[in-house]
């Protein structure tokens, strides 16, 4: 009977799971397949080089199976992908080329296009980029680095071996699964790893419905000992264009065992494993999930007619069947599989066409190319950058003071840039990663910052992170897989302690930022320079035609009231954006002022960033007696008499903290009305949620 009506004649259950040498979890798939008739399947392939037969033929098979029980199967054309694992040495014109080389392959090898779509991430991903990407970033705010370098097997890699980029790669794979909104992911053993990162994200998001997995298995390598095939080596496998003699070639030098061998197992291997399998002969890993993949299938050889594989193997391994007889067997019924293929590529023209470039391709041992491409967000050559703090819910007074510093260092005659960092603070999971509450925590920090220098701040461009990135994000987020492809994963971390995937993420994203911005200066503190310095190593070992941005450091200002305890989350003991006026007189009060201390007195600081750095002099109102009404015109005037014992801290207190109300009142009046009321109240419920929260714990 025909294939088509084989299928329908089999179990839908039964045709789908066979096609799976594991399954997580059957009772999931069952439930699916029983309330969802048009279930989605999905594969994702990186176009790299020439296809082999698992891929074609064992791939054409498995679609069938699926699509005949009313399932949609996507494939994902990883073209992104293939960019971040330096296939076809980096060149995504190359990659693109190999990837309508693939499609022309299924369609020849007897796929069932009607259910079938192709879609290439690089479109799909710059056409939902705001979608995508923010469900890329909140999987890489929940896992640590550890957890993602564990799926490093998918792109046949070792953890101690790792670019950057390939940080990035399983958690865009992982992501990959909900923008497709995939029941399935119908892909290798080999991709397993990834595939339960996505079910395990479900857990900590509470999303109920994961992704099922139902990994097929891998064909081993045709030579002794290859846990699958390589297409770096072309006697390891049978690709789709071999013609008649490498096909019977290839299988007649084929590891053929008919007892075990010892083989010292390799750690990629035994992930590769789901079943135990002490022969490893690749001839019968063809028969079984090649030649009797398709429900009816049979195989002759030696004069008879096989109907099941068990049968087969039986025979081969009593001698009854011989090595010769099995292999001529395999190499015709192969062959057969493969001809219609070879005959496309040899009798269409575009077909071979591709084929021929392809092969070319393969030929090109250079170095992969990183061709330079960024997002660019001014035309500006001189332009002075402050990055914003990543968000926080207790920003500080300190933090708006530091940001006027690096806003004021910049150059005469430069465009300014405020850029907020609202998807890496997502990323990072500020705010638990409550876009909103990030969102209204930058509008206060902005309203903040114009209302203490208006002026500056009316000349000074405020770009939001994510709206810039939106606004180019194919060359935006190729810049960052760019630089991901450039440096080793320890080049950019900068606090391995940390222990999260967002880290690795965020400063690849940072680096990208500063070459949107073509910054020729950025203002930071000491403690970013480590940050911004990874973007300046990176102009150093690529040809950007953009010349490196210098750092203006400026002095970071700490409005920190007294020594935290540890362990101890004491609200008293800093000045923040949320605050009410009413609340900093008593702070102030409780801050530690020693009397003649001026080396660590928390007032001298409030008076020298807040009242003098304003030009606000500084009038300490006392009795004749205790001497007297003095107007301080400057910082150090005020620390001597400190130092000296001539000022006493019960009256420098007062004075100073009657000043900071009146900067603060400035603020917190622009927080009264229309979004700036907005934004506190948006801020300051979160922080009594999570107040509650940590409370019931």
């Known amino acids: 009977p025909e294939q088509s009506v084989l299928y329908k004649m089999t179990d839908k259950y039964e045709l789908v799971r066979s096609v799976g040498e594991e399954c997580i979890a059957e009772n999931e798939l069952k439930n699916l397949l029983d309330k969802k008739p048009n279930f989605i399947l999905y594969d994702g392939f990186e176009p790299s080089g020439r296809m082999h037969i698992a891929q074609g033929v064992f791939k054409a098979f498995n679609v069938n199976k699926c699509t005949q029980s009313g399932g949609t199967f996507i494939f994902w054309v990883a073209d992104w992908f293939a960019l971040m694992n330096d296939k076809m040495g980096g060149d995504l014109e190359k990659i693109k080329t190999v990837g309508q080389y693939f499609i022309e392959v299924w369609k020849a090898a007897g796929m069932d296009m009607a259910n079938v779509k192709f879609l290439w991430s690089s479109d799909e991903i710059v056409n939902n980029a705001d979608a995508y990407w923010t469900q890329a970033l909140d999987l890489a705010r929940v896992f640590t680095l550890a957890r993602v370098k564990k799926c490093c097997q998918i792109m046949g890699r070792t953890e101690n071996k790792l670019t950057a980029a390939q940080i990035l790669y399983p958690i865009m794979q992982a992501t990959d699964i909900f923008f497709l909104k995939a029941d399935i992911c119908q892909l290798g053993v080999d991709q397993r790893k990834v595939n339960m990162l996505a079910r395990e994200y479900c857990d900590h998001v509470g999303k109920k419905l994961k992704p099922i997995i139902l990994s097929h298995h891998m064909l081993y390598g045709l030579k002794a000992g290859q846990a699958k095939m390589s297409k770096s080596d072309p006697e390891s496998a049978i690709f789709m264009e071999d013609t008649e003699e490498d096909i019977i070639r290839k299988i007649n030098n084929a590891y053929c065992p008919?007892?075990?061998?010892?083989?010292?197992?390799?750690?990629?291997?035994?992930?590769?494993?789901?079943?135990?399998?002490?022969?490893?002969?690749?001839?019968?890993?063809?028969?079984?999930?090649?030649?009797?993949?398709?429900?009816?299938?049979?195989?002759?050889?030696?004069?008879?007619?096989?109907?099941?594989?068990?049968?087969?193997?039986?025979?081969?391994?009593?001698?009854?069947?011989?090595?010769?007889?099995?292999k001529l067997g395999l190499s015709t019924t192969v062959n057969k599989f493969v001809k219609p293929v070879r005959d496309h590529f040899e009798q269409n023209a575009e077909a071979a066409k591709l084929i021929e470039l392809i092969k070319e391709y393969k030929k090109d041992t250079s170095e992969p190319v990183i061709k330079f491409r960024r997002l660019s967000v001014t035309d500006s050559e001189k332009v002075h950058v402050v990055f914003s703090p990543l968000a926080h819910e207790k920003m500080t007074l300190g933090t708006v003071l530091t940001l006027v510093k690096q806003i004021k260092a910049a150059p005469e005659g430069s465009q300014i840039l405020f850029w907020i960092r609202d998807w890496s603070s997502f990323c990072s999971n500020s705010f638990q990663g409550d876009k909103k509450a990030i969102a209204a925590a930058y509008h206060l920090l902005v309203e903040a910052i114009s209302t203490v220098i208006p002026d500056l701040m009316s000349k000074v461009r405020v770009l939001k992170q994510s709206e810039a990135i939106l606004s180019n994000p194919s060359d935006y987020w190729i810049s960052v897989i760019n630089v991901g492809r450039k440096f080793q994963l320890p080049k950019v971390l900068i606090n391995e302690a940390d222990g999260l995937a967002s880290q690795v993420i965020v400063n690849l994203m940072h680096v990208g930022d500063v070459m949107a911005t073509g910054a020729s200066t950025i203002g930071c503190i000491e403690s970013e320079k480590a940050l911004?310095?990874?973007?300046?190593?990176?102009?150093?070992?690529?040809?950007?035609?953009?010349?490196?941005?210098?750092?203006?450091?400026?002095?970071?200002?700490?409005?920190?009231?007294?020594?935290?305890?540890?362990?101890?989350?004491?609200?008293?003991?800093?000045?923040?954006?949320?605050?009410?006026?009413?609340?900093?007189?008593?702070?102030?009060?409780?801050?530690?002022?020693?009397?003649?201390?001026?080396?660590?007195?928390p007032p001298l600081v409030l008076a020298r960033e807040i009242c003098f750095a304003f030009g606000v002099e500084v009038v300490i109102k006392r009795k004749p007696e205790d001497g007297g009404e003095k107007t301080y015109t400057s910082a150090d005037e005020l620390t001597a008499d400190f130092a000296s014992g001539a000022l006493h801290p019960g009256d420098l207190k007062p004075t100073i903290s009657a000043n900071v109300v009146t900067f603060v009142t400035s603020i917190t009046n622009k927080h009264k009305t229309g979004e700036g009321k907005t934004a506190l109240a948006t801020v300051k419920n979160y922080i009594k949620k999570q107040t509650q929260k940590n409370n019931k714990k």
Request: hydrophobic fraction near 35%.
């Open 532 to 601: 911004h310095q990874i973007a300046i190593d990176y102009y150093a070992e690529v040809e950007t035609g953009l010349t490196a941005p210098t750092l203006s450091v400026v002095e970071s200002v700490s409005t920190q009231l007294r020594v935290a305890q540890e362990g101890f989350d004491d609200p008293s003991i800093d000045l923040f954006l949320v605050d009410n006026p009413t609340e900093i007189g008593p702070k102030i009060k409780k801050s530690f002022c020693e009397p003649g201390n001026a080396e660590y007195c």
């Open 258 to 326: 008919r007892v075990a061998e010892v083989t010292e197992k390799k750690g990629e291997e035994e992930s590769m494993r789901l079943v135990e399998d002490t022969l490893q002969n690749p001839c019968l890993d063809y028969l079984r999930y090649i030649v009797f993949c398709a429900p009816g299938s049979t195989f002759e050889a030696g004069g008879k007619v096989y109907t099941d594989f068990e049968s087969a193997k039986s025979d081969f391994l009593s001698e009854v069947l011989s090595e010769a007889d099995l």
